[in-house]
C-alpha cells in the first residue's frame, strides 16, 4: 500500500515537471521563404543600405523571452526562449529581405545612401489551448522602421504593426506552431515594408538623383578632357 502511494506521488511530480518545463525555442529565425510570394517591387539600380540592430520599446524587458507556450499535461505555462535576441532576429529578416529587392547592404555606414533605425515594440508569440477547443497559436510583430539619408534627414517612415494566426486541429498541442506563426508574422512584416507605395516613389527620385549626379560627373569629366586637349 506503502509503494502504490510513493509511485502515485512520484507519477504525479512528474507530470507536474512535465507541465512547467519551459520550451526552448532554438534555430535560424531568418526567413527566407518570405520573398517568394506578395512582393512584387525590385530596385531598378542599386542602393547602398546601412542597417542598424533597432532598439528595444519599454515593454521589452528580456530580448531572449518571445513568447509564451502551454505545455504539458495541465497546459501549464511555459517560456518561449530565442537563442538570440529579438534585434538580430529583425536585423537578419530586415537584412535578407532589402538584399533580395536589390539594396546593397553596407557595413561602411558613411557610404551608405540610406540608413535604417528603428524601435521594437512587441515582438511576442503566445499558445492558446484550454483542453476542451481547438488550439492554436498567435503572433503579434510591431516597431517603428526610420530611413534616413546620409544628411541624417528622414527619407520614410513606417510604423509595422502586424497580427497572425494559426489554426490547429482540435485538441492538438499547438506548440510546434508558436514559431512559424511568428515567422509569418515578420514576412507580412517585410511585405508590408518592400510593398510600400511611398516607399518606392521616394526610391525612384532618389535613384534619379543618383543617376543626375553620375551624369553631371561624367559631363564635367569629360569637358575637362576637351580643355586640355585643346590646350
Not at 62 to 79: C, M, Q, R, V, W
Not at 85 to 93: E, F, K, T, W
Not at 94 to 105: E, H, M, Y
Not at 133 to 147: G, N, S
Request: hydrophobic content about 40%; charged content about 25%.
Amino acid at each position: 500500500m506503502r509503494m502504490k502511494y510513493r509511485l502515485c506521488i512520484i507519477l504525479l511530480l512528474l507530470i507536474l515537471l512535465s507541465g512547467c518545463a519551459v520550451a526552448q525555442i532554438k534555430g535560424n529565425f531568418t526567413n527566407e521563404a518570405w520573398f517568394q510570394g506578395g512582393v512584387n517591387y525590385h530596385l531598378k539600380a542599386p542602393i547602398n543600405l546601412y542597417l542598424t540592430k533597432f532598439s528595444l520599446g519599454d515593454a521589452i524587458t528580456d530580448p531572449y523571452l518571445i513568447g509564451e507556450a502551454k505545455t504539458g499535461t495541465f497546459n501549464s505555462k511555459s517560456k518561449v526562449i530565442s537563442d538570440i535576441p529579438v534585434q538580430d532576429i529583425l536585423y537578419n529578416v530586415l537584412k535578407d529581405a532589402f538584399s533580395k529587392t536589390g539594396f546593397v547592404i553596407t557595413e561602411d555606414r558613411s557610404s551608405a545612401d540610406l540608413i535604417a533605425d528603428g524601435e521594437i515594440q512587441q515582438f511576442w508569440t503566445r499558445e492558446y489551448a484550454t483542453g476542451w477547443t481547438p488550439e492554436y497559436a498567435k503572433a503579434a510583430v510591431r516597431y517603428d522602421i526610420v530611413l534616413k539619408n546620409n544628411s541624417d534627414k528622414i527619407f520614410w517612415a513606417k510604423s509595422i504593426d502586424v497580427e497572425t494566426k494559426s489554426t490547429g486541429i482540435a485538441f492538438v498541442d499547438a506548440t510546434s506552431s508558436l514559431v512559424p506563426t511568428l515567422k509569418n508574422a515578420l514576412s507580412q512584416s517585410m511585405e508590408e515594408i518592400i510593398n510600400d507605395p511611398a516607399l518606392h516613389a521616394n526610391l525612384k527620385k532618389l535613384i534619379e538623383e543618383k543617376k543626375a549626379g553620375v551624369d553631371r560627373i561624367k559631363s564635367n569629366t569629360e569637358d575637362i578632357n576637351v580643355s586640355v586637349e585643346n590646350r
